[in-house]
Protein backbone atom coordinates (compact mmCIF):
# COMPACT_ATOMS: atom_id res chain seq x y z
CA UNK A 1 0.00 0.00 0.00
CA UNK A 2 1.30 3.33 -0.65
CA UNK A 3 0.65 6.42 0.97
CA UNK A 4 -2.00 8.05 -1.24
CA UNK A 5 -4.01 4.04 -1.28
CA UNK A 6 -3.40 5.09 2.48
CA UNK A 7 -5.24 8.60 2.09
CA UNK A 8 -7.95 6.59 0.71
CA UNK A 9 -7.90 4.28 3.13
CA UNK A 10 -8.63 6.85 6.04
CA UNK A 11 -10.68 8.49 3.99
CA UNK A 12 -12.86 5.29 3.67
CA UNK A 13 -12.13 4.03 7.33
CA UNK A 14 -11.48 0.91 5.71
CA UNK A 15 -7.87 -1.48 7.11
CA UNK A 16 -9.30 -0.23 10.96
CA UNK A 17 -10.93 -3.14 12.78
CA UNK A 18 -14.30 -2.39 14.89
CA UNK A 19 -13.32 -0.46 18.25
CA UNK A 20 -15.47 -0.04 21.17
CA UNK A 21 -17.06 3.01 20.20
CA UNK A 22 -16.84 4.07 16.52
CA UNK A 23 -15.55 7.42 15.62
CA UNK A 24 -14.34 8.15 11.71
CA UNK A 25 -11.11 9.13 12.04
CA UNK A 26 -9.40 10.93 8.72
CA UNK A 27 -5.72 10.13 9.02
CA UNK A 28 -3.10 12.14 6.72
CA UNK A 29 -0.21 9.50 6.03
CA UNK A 30 1.46 11.79 3.70
CA UNK A 31 4.94 14.10 4.55
CA UNK A 32 5.34 17.91 3.46
CA UNK A 33 8.33 18.28 1.68
CA UNK A 34 8.85 21.59 -0.63
CA UNK A 35 5.28 22.51 -0.41
CA UNK A 36 4.22 18.71 -1.73
CA UNK A 37 2.51 16.30 0.16
CA UNK A 38 4.84 13.16 -0.69
CA UNK A 39 4.99 9.56 -0.05
CA UNK A 40 8.29 8.56 1.51
CA UNK A 41 11.34 7.86 -0.62
CA UNK A 42 10.81 4.16 0.00
CA UNK A 43 7.23 3.91 0.01
CA UNK A 44 7.47 2.60 3.11
CA UNK A 45 4.31 3.13 5.70
CA UNK A 46 4.50 2.20 9.11
CA UNK A 47 1.12 1.78 11.64
CA UNK A 48 -0.92 4.44 13.69
CA UNK A 49 -2.02 2.51 16.70
CA UNK A 50 -5.29 3.62 18.83
CA UNK A 51 -3.67 3.43 22.50
CA UNK A 52 -7.32 2.93 23.28
CA UNK A 53 -7.92 -0.17 21.77
CA UNK A 54 -4.86 -1.36 20.47
CA UNK A 55 -5.87 -1.44 16.97
CA UNK A 56 -4.32 -0.26 13.92
CA UNK A 57 -5.84 3.66 13.27
CA UNK A 58 -3.91 3.59 9.62
CA UNK A 59 -0.47 4.07 8.41
CA UNK A 60 1.80 6.76 7.90
CA UNK A 61 4.25 7.56 5.32
CA UNK A 62 7.95 6.46 7.23
CA UNK A 63 10.06 9.07 6.12
CA UNK A 64 14.00 8.17 6.13
CA UNK A 65 17.11 9.84 6.84
CA UNK A 66 16.89 10.68 2.69
CA UNK A 67 13.85 12.30 2.84
CA UNK A 68 15.16 14.30 6.06
CA UNK A 69 17.57 15.43 3.80
CA UNK A 70 15.37 16.60 1.20
CA UNK A 71 13.24 18.40 3.86
CA UNK A 72 16.11 20.33 5.57
CA UNK A 73 17.27 21.20 1.79
CA UNK A 74 13.66 22.57 0.93
CA UNK A 75 13.93 24.89 4.14
CA UNK A 76 16.93 26.41 3.32
CA UNK A 77 16.40 26.80 -0.18
CA UNK A 78 13.02 28.58 1.08
CA UNK A 79 14.63 30.49 4.06
CA UNK A 80 17.72 31.80 1.47
CA UNK A 81 15.85 32.71 -1.29
CA UNK A 82 11.98 33.81 -0.61
CA UNK A 83 10.82 36.88 1.20
CA UNK A 84 9.44 34.74 4.29
CA UNK A 85 12.07 35.93 6.68
CA UNK A 86 11.57 39.82 5.73
CA UNK A 87 7.67 40.32 5.25
CA UNK A 88 5.65 39.98 8.01
CA UNK A 89 2.79 41.18 7.03
CA UNK A 90 2.71 38.05 4.40
CA UNK A 91 3.62 35.91 7.40
CA UNK A 92 1.20 36.72 9.47
CA UNK A 93 -1.68 37.01 6.55
CA UNK A 94 -0.53 33.34 5.89
CA UNK A 95 -0.52 32.41 9.20
CA UNK A 96 -4.05 33.68 9.60
CA UNK A 97 -4.79 31.39 7.02
CA UNK A 98 -3.41 28.49 8.88
CA UNK A 99 -5.77 29.71 11.78
CA UNK A 100 -8.83 29.06 9.26
CA UNK A 101 -7.96 25.87 7.76
CA UNK A 102 -7.53 24.44 11.42
CA UNK A 103 -10.65 26.07 12.57
CA UNK A 104 -12.63 24.38 9.48
CA UNK A 105 -11.16 21.11 10.30
CA UNK A 106 -10.95 21.08 13.72
CA UNK A 107 -13.31 18.24 14.36
CA UNK A 108 -11.19 15.94 12.11
CA UNK A 109 -7.98 17.39 14.21
CA UNK A 110 -10.07 16.39 17.35
CA UNK A 111 -10.56 12.60 15.64
CA UNK A 112 -7.06 12.37 15.28
CA UNK A 113 -5.93 13.56 18.64
CA UNK A 114 -8.32 11.46 20.30
CA UNK A 115 -7.52 7.96 18.13
CA UNK A 116 -3.77 8.31 17.98
CA UNK A 117 -3.12 9.99 21.49
CA UNK A 118 -5.52 8.47 23.34
CA UNK A 119 -6.69 11.42 24.51
CA UNK A 120 -9.67 12.11 26.82
CA UNK A 121 -12.48 13.84 24.03
CA UNK A 122 -13.05 16.50 27.00
CA UNK A 123 -9.26 17.68 26.79
CA UNK A 124 -9.69 18.25 23.61
CA UNK A 125 -11.87 21.11 24.13
CA UNK A 126 -8.91 23.15 26.14
CA UNK A 127 -5.12 22.07 25.46
CA UNK A 128 -5.94 19.19 23.06
CA UNK A 129 -7.15 20.89 20.01
CA UNK A 130 -8.91 24.15 20.83
CA UNK A 131 -5.74 25.76 22.43
CA UNK A 132 -3.64 25.04 19.65
CA UNK A 133 -6.25 26.37 17.10
CA UNK A 134 -6.64 29.28 18.91
CA UNK A 135 -3.03 29.66 19.91
CA UNK A 136 -2.28 29.75 15.83
CA UNK A 137 -4.28 33.07 15.43
CA UNK A 138 -2.25 34.39 18.69
CA UNK A 139 0.84 33.99 17.02
CA UNK A 140 -0.21 34.90 13.14
CA UNK A 141 -0.86 38.61 15.02
CA UNK A 142 2.01 38.62 16.65
CA UNK A 143 3.81 37.85 13.42
CA UNK A 144 2.67 40.98 12.24
CA UNK A 145 2.43 43.55 15.20
CA UNK A 146 5.60 42.67 16.92
CA UNK A 147 8.24 45.40 16.57
CA UNK A 148 11.41 43.91 15.00
CA UNK A 149 13.30 46.96 15.50
CA UNK A 150 14.33 49.03 18.79
CA UNK A 151 16.33 51.83 18.66
CA UNK A 152 18.38 53.10 21.18
CA UNK A 153 19.70 56.42 21.78
CA UNK A 154 22.11 58.38 19.71
CA UNK A 155 25.43 58.37 21.86
CA UNK A 156 28.83 59.31 21.15
CA UNK A 157 31.38 56.59 20.13
CA UNK A 158 34.89 57.62 19.76
CA UNK A 159 34.01 61.12 19.16
CA UNK A 160 30.90 60.74 16.58
CA UNK A 161 27.47 60.52 17.54
CA UNK A 162 25.71 57.82 16.27
CA UNK A 163 22.45 56.47 15.77
CA UNK A 164 21.64 52.80 17.07
CA UNK A 165 19.71 49.96 15.80
CA UNK A 166 18.81 46.64 17.54
CA UNK A 167 17.03 44.51 15.13
CA UNK A 168 15.32 41.45 15.27
CA UNK A 169 15.43 38.68 12.85
CA UNK A 170 14.71 35.32 11.93
CA UNK A 171 17.58 32.76 13.34
CA UNK A 172 17.12 30.62 10.13
CA UNK A 173 16.49 27.10 9.21
CA UNK A 174 14.37 25.48 12.57
CA UNK A 175 14.18 21.46 13.45
CA UNK A 176 11.06 20.85 15.48
CA UNK A 177 10.97 17.42 17.25
CA UNK A 178 7.76 16.94 19.51
CA UNK A 179 6.17 14.37 21.96
CA UNK A 180 3.41 12.52 21.94
CA UNK A 181 1.61 13.21 24.55
CA UNK A 182 0.01 16.78 23.32
CA UNK A 183 0.85 16.35 20.20
CA UNK A 184 -0.97 19.27 18.27
CA UNK A 185 -0.69 21.60 20.94
CA UNK A 186 3.44 20.76 20.72
CA UNK A 187 3.34 20.78 16.94
CA UNK A 188 1.65 24.49 16.87
CA UNK A 189 3.25 25.84 20.13
CA UNK A 190 6.70 24.93 17.98
CA UNK A 191 6.12 26.12 14.19
CA UNK A 192 3.74 28.81 15.05
CA UNK A 193 5.79 31.32 16.70
CA UNK A 194 8.95 30.03 14.67
CA UNK A 195 7.21 30.68 11.49
CA UNK A 196 5.71 34.23 12.73
CA UNK A 197 9.50 35.23 13.96
CA UNK A 198 10.57 34.50 9.96
CA UNK A 199 11.95 30.81 10.29
CA UNK A 200 11.39 28.05 7.85
CA UNK A 201 10.47 25.03 9.74
CA UNK A 202 11.05 21.27 9.17
CA UNK A 203 9.06 19.60 11.90
CA UNK A 204 9.56 15.63 13.09
CA UNK A 205 6.86 14.42 15.37
CA UNK A 206 6.97 11.13 17.64
CA UNK A 207 6.31 8.01 15.85
CA UNK A 208 3.43 7.40 18.32
CA UNK A 209 0.84 10.49 16.76
CA UNK A 210 1.70 11.25 12.77
CA UNK A 211 -1.31 12.67 12.10
CA UNK A 212 -1.34 15.72 14.13
CA UNK A 213 1.64 16.70 12.72
CA UNK A 214 0.80 15.44 8.88
CA UNK A 215 -2.02 17.13 8.90
CA UNK A 216 -0.64 20.51 9.56
CA UNK A 217 1.38 20.07 6.72
CA UNK A 218 -1.70 18.93 4.44
CA UNK A 219 -3.92 22.30 5.63
CA UNK A 220 -0.98 24.26 5.00
CA UNK A 221 -0.23 22.94 1.45
CA UNK A 222 -3.49 23.02 0.69
CA UNK A 223 -5.08 25.65 2.24
CA UNK A 224 -2.39 28.36 2.71
CA UNK A 225 -0.08 30.73 0.55
CA UNK A 226 2.78 29.43 2.82
CA UNK A 227 5.46 29.06 0.17
CA UNK A 228 6.86 25.60 -0.81
CA UNK A 229 9.65 24.44 1.70
CA UNK A 230 8.90 27.03 4.25
CA UNK A 231 6.93 24.42 6.52
CA UNK A 232 8.05 20.54 5.92
CA UNK A 233 6.97 17.30 7.90
CA UNK A 234 8.84 14.42 7.91
CA UNK A 235 6.46 11.97 10.43
CA UNK A 236 9.25 8.73 10.60
CA UNK A 237 9.55 5.26 12.88
CA UNK A 238 12.81 5.81 13.60
CA UNK A 239 13.85 8.27 16.11
CA UNK A 240 17.11 8.31 14.43
CA UNK A 241 15.06 10.54 11.48
CA UNK A 242 14.98 13.16 14.14
CA UNK A 243 19.15 13.05 14.64
CA UNK A 244 19.97 13.40 11.28
CA UNK A 245 17.65 16.67 11.68
CA UNK A 246 19.94 18.10 14.90
CA UNK A 247 23.52 17.05 13.08
CA UNK A 248 22.71 18.53 9.98
CA UNK A 249 24.35 22.00 9.28
CA UNK A 250 21.88 23.47 7.01
CA UNK A 251 19.58 23.73 10.19
CA UNK A 252 20.17 26.78 12.40
CA UNK A 253 18.30 26.03 14.97
CA UNK A 254 16.39 22.44 17.06
CA UNK A 255 13.43 23.42 19.28
CA UNK A 256 12.83 20.09 21.15
CA UNK A 257 9.98 18.74 23.82
CA UNK A 258 10.15 15.31 25.28
CA UNK A 259 12.43 13.42 27.65
CA UNK A 260 15.68 14.70 29.09
CA UNK A 261 17.63 11.86 27.65
CA UNK A 262 16.98 12.85 24.54
CA UNK A 263 17.18 16.43 25.21
CA UNK A 264 20.61 15.63 26.22
CA UNK A 265 21.31 13.42 23.16
CA UNK A 266 20.12 16.47 21.02
CA UNK A 267 22.27 19.06 22.56
CA UNK A 268 25.30 16.89 22.10
CA UNK A 269 24.85 16.12 18.41
CA UNK A 270 23.91 19.58 17.84
CA UNK A 271 26.59 20.91 19.39
CA UNK A 272 28.88 20.03 16.19
CA UNK A 273 27.33 22.67 14.07
CA UNK A 274 26.75 24.54 17.24
CA UNK A 275 23.16 24.96 16.56
CA UNK A 276 20.93 27.13 18.72
CA UNK A 277 18.76 24.81 20.94
CA UNK A 278 15.97 25.49 22.99
CA UNK A 279 14.95 22.29 24.97
CA UNK A 280 11.57 21.92 27.19
CA UNK A 281 12.41 18.32 29.13
CA UNK A 282 10.83 16.33 32.30
CA UNK A 283 9.28 17.75 35.13
CA UNK A 284 8.84 16.12 38.80
CA UNK A 285 6.82 19.38 40.61
CA UNK A 286 5.52 19.45 43.84
CA UNK A 287 2.23 21.17 44.91
CA UNK A 288 3.06 22.48 48.59
CA UNK A 289 0.21 21.96 51.00
CA UNK A 290 0.68 24.49 53.87
CA UNK A 291 -0.50 23.75 57.19
CA UNK A 292 -3.23 26.98 56.94
CA UNK A 293 -4.54 25.75 53.42
CA UNK A 294 -7.64 24.58 52.33
CA UNK A 295 -6.74 21.02 52.09
CA UNK A 296 -9.30 19.54 49.56
CA UNK A 297 -9.05 22.40 46.74
CA UNK A 298 -4.81 21.94 47.49
CA UNK A 299 -4.78 18.09 47.21
CA UNK A 300 -7.31 17.74 44.44
CA UNK A 301 -4.68 20.10 41.89
CA UNK A 302 -2.60 17.10 42.29
CA UNK A 303 -4.65 14.36 42.50
CA UNK A 304 -7.31 15.14 39.61
CA UNK A 305 -4.02 16.82 37.83
CA UNK A 306 -2.19 12.67 37.92
CA UNK A 307 -4.94 11.42 36.52
CA UNK A 308 -5.91 13.69 33.63
CA UNK A 309 -4.53 12.15 30.28
CA UNK A 310 -2.91 9.36 32.47
CA UNK A 311 -0.33 11.86 34.04
CA UNK A 312 1.40 12.35 30.81
CA UNK A 313 2.04 15.52 31.22
CA UNK A 314 5.55 17.23 32.12
CA UNK A 315 4.46 20.13 34.16
CA UNK A 316 1.98 18.24 36.46
CA UNK A 317 2.78 18.23 40.13
CA UNK A 318 3.16 14.72 40.80
CA UNK A 319 4.87 15.08 43.76
CA UNK A 320 2.41 16.20 47.14
CA UNK A 321 4.01 18.03 49.67
CA UNK A 322 1.43 17.91 53.05
CA UNK A 323 2.18 19.65 56.18
CA UNK A 324 2.40 16.95 58.82
CA UNK A 325 -0.44 18.52 60.94
CA UNK A 326 -2.92 17.99 57.15
CA UNK A 327 -1.07 14.69 56.28
CA UNK A 328 -3.80 11.93 57.10
CA UNK A 329 -6.32 14.23 56.04
CA UNK A 330 -4.50 14.90 52.83
CA UNK A 331 -4.08 11.60 51.72
CA UNK A 332 -7.74 10.38 52.38
CA UNK A 333 -8.55 13.16 50.64
CA UNK A 334 -6.20 13.08 47.19
CA UNK A 335 -7.55 9.39 47.44
CA UNK A 336 -11.17 9.67 47.12
CA UNK A 337 -10.41 12.72 45.01
CA UNK A 338 -8.86 10.19 42.60
CA UNK A 339 -11.21 7.11 43.03
CA UNK A 340 -14.09 9.86 41.39
CA UNK A 341 -11.83 9.89 38.25
CA UNK A 342 -13.79 8.46 35.52
CA UNK A 343 -11.03 6.17 33.46
CA UNK A 344 -11.30 4.33 30.41
CA UNK A 345 -12.58 5.44 26.31
CA UNK A 346 -11.37 8.30 25.55
CA UNK A 347 -14.62 9.10 23.33
CA UNK A 348 -16.34 9.40 26.52
CA UNK A 349 -16.66 12.30 27.93
CA UNK A 350 -17.17 11.31 31.58
CA UNK A 351 -13.32 10.14 31.53
CA UNK A 352 -10.44 12.35 32.23
CA UNK A 353 -8.23 9.67 31.97
CA UNK A 354 -7.47 7.58 28.85
CA UNK A 355 -4.41 5.06 28.11
CA UNK A 356 -0.83 5.69 28.29
CA UNK A 357 0.54 5.93 25.08
CA UNK A 358 1.84 2.45 23.81
CA UNK A 359 2.36 -0.99 26.28
CA UNK A 360 6.26 -0.04 26.81
CA UNK A 361 5.44 3.28 28.63
CA UNK A 362 2.66 1.01 30.81
CA UNK A 363 5.65 -1.52 31.29
CA UNK A 364 7.98 1.33 32.45
CA UNK A 365 5.35 2.78 34.77
CA UNK A 366 4.48 -0.70 36.51
CA UNK A 367 8.75 -0.95 36.95
CA UNK A 368 8.35 2.49 38.91
CA UNK A 369 5.02 0.70 41.21
CA UNK A 370 7.52 -2.04 41.86
CA UNK A 371 10.02 0.28 42.73
CA UNK A 372 7.52 2.22 44.82
CA UNK A 373 6.43 -1.35 46.81
CA UNK A 374 10.13 -2.49 47.22
CA UNK A 375 11.39 1.39 48.69
CA UNK A 376 9.25 0.62 51.45
CA UNK A 377 6.83 3.56 50.15
CA UNK A 378 3.02 3.26 51.54
CA UNK A 379 0.43 2.33 48.28
CA UNK A 380 -2.95 3.78 49.25
CA UNK A 381 -4.60 3.48 46.14
CA UNK A 382 -4.05 1.59 42.61
CA UNK A 383 -0.69 0.03 40.74
CA UNK A 384 -2.48 -2.50 38.19
CA UNK A 385 -5.03 -2.25 35.42
CA UNK A 386 -8.21 -1.03 36.08
CA UNK A 387 -11.36 -3.14 35.89
CA UNK A 388 -12.68 -4.35 32.90
CA UNK A 389 -9.83 -2.74 30.94
CA UNK A 390 -7.13 -4.79 29.67
CA UNK A 391 -7.44 -3.90 26.31
CA UNK A 392 -5.34 -0.44 26.18
CA UNK A 393 -2.74 0.63 27.25
CA UNK A 394 -4.47 1.97 31.03
CA UNK A 395 -3.45 2.13 34.40
CA UNK A 396 -5.21 2.56 37.75
CA UNK A 397 -4.99 6.11 39.40
CA UNK A 398 -2.29 4.97 41.82
CA UNK A 399 -1.67 7.26 45.41
CA UNK A 400 1.68 6.05 47.25
CA UNK A 401 2.22 8.02 50.51
CA UNK A 402 5.37 7.77 52.70
CA UNK A 403 7.55 8.58 50.05
CA UNK A 404 11.11 8.81 50.60
CA UNK A 405 12.27 12.20 49.22
CA UNK A 406 15.68 10.48 47.68
CA UNK A 407 13.29 7.84 46.56
CA UNK A 408 13.19 7.00 42.74
CA UNK A 409 9.54 7.35 43.21
CA UNK A 410 10.56 10.75 44.39
CA UNK A 411 13.18 11.55 42.23
CA UNK A 412 11.95 10.29 38.81
CA UNK A 413 9.62 11.37 36.04
CA UNK A 414 6.89 8.65 35.88
CA UNK A 415 4.94 9.72 33.18
CA UNK A 416 1.53 7.83 33.83
CA UNK A 417 -1.32 8.39 37.08
CA UNK A 418 1.06 8.09 40.15
CA UNK A 419 0.98 10.88 42.69
CA UNK A 420 3.57 9.99 45.37
CA UNK A 421 2.94 12.09 49.11
CA UNK A 422 5.47 13.20 51.28
CA UNK A 423 5.29 15.01 54.55
CA UNK A 424 7.48 18.17 55.80
CA UNK A 425 7.64 19.79 59.14
CA UNK A 426 7.55 24.07 58.31
CA UNK A 427 8.19 26.34 55.21
CA UNK A 428 11.48 25.88 55.04
CA UNK A 429 11.55 22.43 54.87
CA UNK A 430 8.63 22.26 52.13
CA UNK A 431 11.24 24.43 50.09
CA UNK A 432 14.30 22.26 50.89
CA UNK A 433 11.76 19.11 49.88
CA UNK A 434 10.77 20.65 46.62
CA UNK A 435 13.92 21.92 45.22
CA UNK A 436 15.29 18.65 45.92
CA UNK A 437 14.95 17.38 42.49
CA UNK A 438 17.08 17.84 38.88
CA UNK A 439 14.01 19.08 37.60
CA UNK A 440 12.35 22.67 37.54
CA UNK A 441 9.66 23.08 35.45
CA UNK A 442 6.44 23.72 38.07
CA UNK A 443 5.02 23.75 41.46
CA UNK A 444 2.09 24.79 42.99
CA UNK A 445 1.73 26.35 46.73
CA UNK A 446 -1.22 26.57 49.05
CA UNK A 447 -1.88 28.77 52.19
CA UNK A 448 -4.87 30.84 53.46
CA UNK A 449 -2.31 34.04 53.36
CA UNK A 450 -0.97 34.45 49.61
CA UNK A 451 1.62 36.30 51.19
CA UNK A 452 3.34 33.10 52.93
CA UNK A 453 2.15 31.42 49.91
CA UNK A 454 3.94 33.97 47.55
CA UNK A 455 7.10 34.23 50.07
CA UNK A 456 7.36 30.20 49.84
CA UNK A 457 6.51 30.17 45.23
CA UNK A 458 9.73 32.44 44.89
CA UNK A 459 12.04 30.33 46.71
CA UNK A 460 10.93 27.33 44.63
CA UNK A 461 13.59 27.20 41.50
CA UNK A 462 10.98 26.15 38.81
CA UNK A 463 10.07 27.84 35.72
CA UNK A 464 6.07 28.33 36.52
CA UNK A 465 4.40 28.11 40.41
CA UNK A 466 0.57 28.03 40.94
CA UNK A 467 -0.59 30.10 43.98
CA UNK A 468 -3.52 28.68 45.34
CA UNK A 469 -4.93 27.07 42.23
CA UNK A 470 -3.87 29.76 39.76
CA UNK A 471 -3.86 28.86 36.34
CA UNK A 472 -0.05 30.35 34.23
CA UNK A 473 -0.83 28.42 31.11
CA UNK A 474 -1.57 30.62 28.59
CA UNK A 475 0.01 31.27 24.94
CA UNK A 476 1.30 35.03 26.59
CA UNK A 477 2.93 33.45 29.39
CA UNK A 478 6.27 32.00 29.11
CA UNK A 479 6.49 28.34 30.00
CA UNK A 480 9.87 25.87 31.07
CA UNK A 481 12.19 24.82 33.50
CA UNK A 482 15.24 25.14 35.44
CA UNK A 483 17.80 23.00 35.86
CA UNK A 484 17.40 19.60 33.62
CA UNK A 485 13.93 20.79 32.46
CA UNK A 486 15.35 22.29 29.87
CA UNK A 487 16.94 25.95 28.39
CA UNK A 488 14.57 28.20 26.76
CA UNK A 489 10.87 29.28 27.10
CA UNK A 490 8.59 28.60 25.29
CA UNK A 491 5.39 30.85 24.42
CA UNK A 492 5.20 34.68 25.08
CA UNK A 493 7.47 37.45 24.22
CA UNK A 494 10.08 35.22 25.55
CA UNK A 495 8.96 31.95 23.53
CA UNK A 496 9.10 34.39 20.24
CA UNK A 497 12.16 35.77 20.87
CA UNK A 498 13.73 32.70 20.87
CA UNK A 499 13.43 32.21 17.05
CA UNK A 500 15.23 35.39 16.77
CA UNK A 501 18.69 35.98 16.58
CA UNK A 502 20.21 40.02 17.84
CA UNK A 503 21.36 42.13 15.19
CA UNK A 504 22.80 45.64 16.19
CA UNK A 505 23.50 48.45 13.65
CA UNK A 506 25.14 51.75 14.02
CA UNK A 507 24.81 55.12 11.61
CA UNK A 508 27.35 57.66 12.23
CA UNK A 509 25.66 61.25 12.52
CA UNK A 510 26.22 63.99 11.27
P1 LIG B 1 11.26 11.28 23.76
O1 LIG B 1 12.32 12.14 24.29
O2 LIG B 1 11.47 9.82 23.71
O3 LIG B 1 10.87 11.67 22.25
C1 LIG B 1 10.47 12.97 21.89
C2 LIG B 1 10.77 13.17 20.42
O4 LIG B 1 12.17 13.07 20.21
C3 LIG B 1 10.12 12.16 19.48
O5 LIG B 1 9.71 12.84 18.31
C4 LIG B 1 11.27 11.22 19.17
O6 LIG B 1 11.12 10.56 17.92
C5 LIG B 1 12.44 12.17 19.13
N1 LIG B 1 13.74 11.56 19.37
C6 LIG B 1 14.04 10.48 20.14
N2 LIG B 1 15.36 10.25 20.14
C7 LIG B 1 15.92 11.21 19.36
C8 LIG B 1 17.27 11.53 19.00
N3 LIG B 1 18.28 10.82 19.45
N4 LIG B 1 17.48 12.59 18.20
C9 LIG B 1 16.46 13.34 17.75
N5 LIG B 1 15.16 13.10 18.07
C10 LIG B 1 14.90 12.04 18.87
O7 LIG B 1 10.00 11.70 24.60
P2 LIG B 1 8.57 11.05 24.57
O8 LIG B 1 8.69 9.74 25.25
O9 LIG B 1 8.01 11.08 23.20
O10 LIG B 1 7.75 12.12 25.46
C11 LIG B 1 7.66 12.03 26.86
C12 LIG B 1 8.65 12.95 27.51
O11 LIG B 1 8.52 14.29 27.04
C13 LIG B 1 8.44 13.03 29.01
O12 LIG B 1 9.63 12.80 29.67
C14 LIG B 1 7.94 14.45 29.25
O13 LIG B 1 8.25 15.03 30.47
C15 LIG B 1 8.53 15.20 28.13
N6 LIG B 1 7.69 16.36 27.82
C16 LIG B 1 8.13 17.61 28.17
C17 LIG B 1 7.36 18.71 27.91
C18 LIG B 1 7.80 20.10 28.28
O14 LIG B 1 7.23 21.04 27.79
N7 LIG B 1 8.80 20.27 29.11
C19 LIG B 1 6.14 18.56 27.27
C20 LIG B 1 5.73 17.29 26.93
C21 LIG B 1 6.52 16.20 27.20
Known amino acids: MSASEATAEGAAGAGRDPAPTEHPVLGEPRLTVGGSLVESRSGALFENMDPATELVLGHCADGSTEDMQDAIEAARTAFDTTGWSTDPAFRSRCLYQLFEAMEAHKEELRSVVVAEAGSPVAMTYAVQVEEPVADMAYWAELAGSYEYDRPLPDREVFGQMQRRLVAREAVGVVGAITPWNFPLYLNVAKLAPALAAGNTVVLKPAPDTPWSATWLGRLAVEETDIPPGVLNVVASSDHLVGETLTS???????????????????????????????????????????????????????????????????????????????????????????????????????????????????????????????????????????????????????????????????????????????????????????????????????????????????????????????????????????????????????????????????????
Open 248 to 510: DPRVDMITFTGSTATGRRIMASASQSLKKVFLELGGKSANIVLDDADVASAVAFSAIGVCVHAGQGCAITTRLLLARSVYDEGIELAAEAMRGIGVGDPWDPANLQGPLINARQRERVFGYVEAGKASGARLVLGGGVPEGLGRGFYVEPTLFADVDPDATLAQEEIFGPVLVVIPFDDDDDAVRIANHSRYGLSGAVNSASEERATAVARRLRTGTVSVNGGMWFSPDVPFGGYRQSGIGRENGIEGFEEYLEVKALAFPKS
